[in-house]
Each structure stands twice: as C-alpha cells, then as structure tokens.
C-alpha cells in the first residue's frame, strides 16, 4: 500500500456541475492540499471519496481499498474535518465523545481528553458556545482520536482568524511527523498550503488542472510565482 | 450488531438533544386530558399519539445539526443506522406504553374510576398500533425526503385515514358493530392486532426505509 488516495477518471454529474475525469494521487505519509475557487468542486470530490453521494464513473482506492466495497473499514481509518461542525449544537463537548465513541475499533478516550485539553476545549461547554475556531478544532480531536491514518480536511480554515489558523497547521504538521498518516486538505485560502503541502491538486470547474508537487508548480507554470496568481490565472484564461 | 446499537446510542444522545420541554407536553396534556374527562386509559392513547409524533423530532435534530454528515464520515451501513432508530423507537413507545398504563391506574385510583382487564387490554394493544401506524408511515418519508420539507405533509396520510375510516363506519355501521362484538368475544386477538399487528407495521417500514434511504445523499 504506497498510496493514501488514489482517484481515476472520476466523473460526477449534476444538472448545472459536473466533475470531469478527476485523476489524482496522494502518495502514504505526504500532505495534499486541493486547491480551487469556491464552487470548484473541491467538496463534491471529499463527498466521494467518502461515498456520501454517488459517481457516474470511476474508481477511488483508500489506503489500497475501494472506497465503496470496504466502506466500513475504510471509515475506521480515516477521519474529516468539515468547514461547519457536524455535531448536535447542545451537546456538550464531554458528550460528543459517548455518542460517536462506540463505533470506532480504535478510539482512545485517554486521547480525546489529551486533545481536549492540548486545544483548550471546556469539556462541560456545550457545542453552540463554542467560538468557530474551537468548533473547528474539536472535530479534530475527534478526528485525531482513532488513529485515522488520513485525515481529510474541507476548508477547515475559512472563517477562522489567522492565529487559530497558524495553530491548525501546527497540529498538522505534528499528526503527519511519524510518516504513517496522510492528510488531503481542501481550501481556497492558499498561503495555508505553502506553509505544509508537500503535494497540490488544483481543480477549475470541475475539472484538475495541476497535480504534483508543490514545488512542480514553478515548472508547470512558469513566470507565475504563488498558487493565488496561479488560480488568477487559470481563470482568466478560462473567461 | 455492534453498529446497531451504537445507533441506537446515538439516537439517544439526538433525541435528548431535542428541545424537552416538549416531551413534557406527552406526559403532561394525556394526563390533564384523562383526568378531567373521568377516562383514565384516554392517557394511553393520547401519550402514544403524541409520543408518535414526538419521535419524528430525531429528523428535525439531524437536519438542524448538519448530522448527515456525521452519518456521512462515520463506519455505519445505512441499514444499521435505520434499524438502530426503529428499534430506539420501539424501546422510545414500549416506554411511554408503561410510563402511561402506570398514569392511568394511578388516575383510575384516585378517582376511583374503574379500570376492567379488557379495557385496558383494548387501550393499549391499540394505542401501540396506532404508534407504530405513525412511525410506519412517517419513517420512511423523513429517511428519504429533508424534515423541513416534508414536515407540512407528513401529516396528510394520517388525515386520510380517518376519512377513510369515518366512511366506513358511517357507511356500514354494521360492519363495525359486529367488528366490536368480535374483539369483545375474543378478546386476545385485540393483543393480537395491536401488539403483532404494530410490529408487523414497524418491520414493513423498516425495510422501506432501508430501500430509501440507500439511494439518499448525505
């Protein structure tokens, strides 16, 4: 298994979008992010990968499975973060852990409650009181909670302050240090990912444009000097 | 197995999660309203209606909460998930059927109305029916379609059936003498229709939902 994500001829359909043969690659141990404008089609791909909304065609391999015969297995091993929380508002932080625990193999309590208190959660503060950035950061203790070997991330950083953010991808950057885990990180913010991308996957209307390493993108693009110009870019060629 | 009942431990943290106060209305109104008519097992009928409709709430909590996407990230198949809120429903109705009967002996007590085995029998066998009548029909349409969406017509089919039946009885009004005088002969198949009958209806719907909410993007 030498690969996190591997994603072929993705196609997915929708009466006024549709995702065109998405091809990529995040090689076991490595950060992507997965760069495009609002609407790109960044989130519709995560939805896929996670088979929360059916392809047209194509195929996507998880940590070496498919992601729809070995749905369940491949769910014990990764973890999400989306740009919204998706825990019931009047649960209390203590709570969230008992309701979702049980269905992971591998859940650590003894590391949720490290989490909890490394990112400064009030364990007896209800979800709604929570600020967006501490919203944010307890779906990654959850996340980081069962020994996900990847870790997707779907704008987690939009509506965020910049110190909230600088945190993030130091907790990144730490959960990635052993070389066993994977995180695939979608955003449109771009200074994030030339903080910690090793890799980068840039979609424009459904469609990648760029895929490599981050440091090809000088090559693919030459004369164009950050991932923004690059979007620009891209977009005005496109109109 | 496992994943049912860690759906259904879910289930418990969603519904609790839901606004209580409103829970006190299917402990409180049967029991003002049974009281005050001299009519004891009416508070078993009216906690399983209310409580009925009551459980449908789990669907407004989810959609509130964007918890579809925690469905979406979690290990669970979507038939555990389903079978794992029908059978929190259940222990939810077998729960309030208990809560109410002990209401209703406790009224009938206090103003020493009396409450004959049969009686009861017909009250609760048919108040779980008609709980399961409202999670059968309701289920299914709250796992396929969005609650917000649905919630105005969730109540049609209910309508219809009342209509219905007020036609016939007021149609044949023998037919349902006669159905009467069955019941009152035979007695346990009243347990019959409403305890095998009600399950029956739960595990029709079971799978109904199961079929649906497959095809259902999260």
């Known amino acids: ?239 | 197995m496992n994943n049912i009942l860690n759906s259904i431990k879910l289930d418990y943290y969603i519904l609790k999660s839901a606004d209580l106060r409103r829970l006190a209305i299917v402990a409180f109104v049967p029991l003002l309203v049974g009281g005050l008519s001299k009519n004891p097992p009416l508070i078993l009928g009216m906690s399983m209606f209310i409580g009925g409709f009551f459980m449908s709430t789990m669907f407004a909590v989810v959609e509130k909460n964007n918890l579809n996407k925690l469905y979406g990230i979690l290990p669970v198949k979507k038939q555990e998930t389903v079978i794992g809120r029908y059978l929190f429903t259940l222990i939810c109705g077998v729960a309030i059927a208990a809560l109410a009967s002990i209401l209703a002996f406790a009224v009938s007590l206090v103003l020493q109305v009396g409450l004959d085995g049969f009686t009861f029998a017909a009250w609760l066998s048919g108040s779980f029916l008609l709980f399961c009548l409202i999670i059968s029909i309701q289920f299914p349409l709250y796992f396929k379609y969005d609650f917000s969406k649905l919630v105005a017509f969730a109540n049609l089919p209910y309508i219809l059936i009342v209509v219905a039946g007020s036609y016939v009885v007021k149609k044949d009004p023998e037919l349902f003498a006669k159905t009467l005088a069955f019941f009152i002969q035979n007695p346990y198949t009243i347990w019959i229709l409403g305890i095998v009958g009600g399950l029956a209806l739960l595990a029709i719907s079971t799978f109904i939902s199961i079929a649906l909410y497959q095809t259902r993007e999260l």
């Open chain 1, 1 to 239: 298994m030498a690969n996190a994500i591997e994603i072929t001829g993705l196609r997915k359909e929708y009466r006024d979008f549709s995702l065109k043969d998405i091809s990529f690659t995040l090689p076991l141990g490595h950060i992507m992010g997965f760069v495009g404008q609002n609407g790109a089609g960044k989130t519709t791909t995560i939805r896929l990968i996670l088979n929360m909304t059916a392809r047209q065609s194509g195929s996507i391999q998880i940590l070496g499975q498919d992601n729809i015969l070995d749905e369940q297995k491949i769910k014990q091993d990764i973890a999400v973060v989306f740009d919204d929380t998706f825990f019931a508002e009047s649960w209390k932080v203590s709570e969230v852990e008992k309701a979702i625990q049980g269905f992971y193999a591998k859940w650590d309590s003894a590391l949720y409650h490290n989490h909890v208190k490394e990112f400064n959660l009030p364990i007896d503060k209800r979800v709604k009181e929570l600020s967006r950035g501490m919203k944010m950061k307890l779906m990654l203790a959850v996340a980081m909670s069962h020994e996900a070997k990847l870790l997707i991330l779907d704008e987690p950083t939009s509506g965020i302050d910049p110190v909230a953010r600088d945190e993030l991808l130091d907790i990144l950057r730490t959960y990635v240090a052993d070389g066993q885990k994977s995180i695939f990180f979608s955003t449109h913010i771009t200074t994030d990912l030339q903080k910690i991308a090793d890799y980068i996957s840039i979609i424009h209307n459904g469609s990648i444009v760029y895929t490599g390493t981050e440091k090809g993108l000088s090559g693919a693009f030459p004369g164009v000097s950050s991932i923004d110009d690059i979007l620009v870019s891209i977009s005005k060629r496109s109109i």
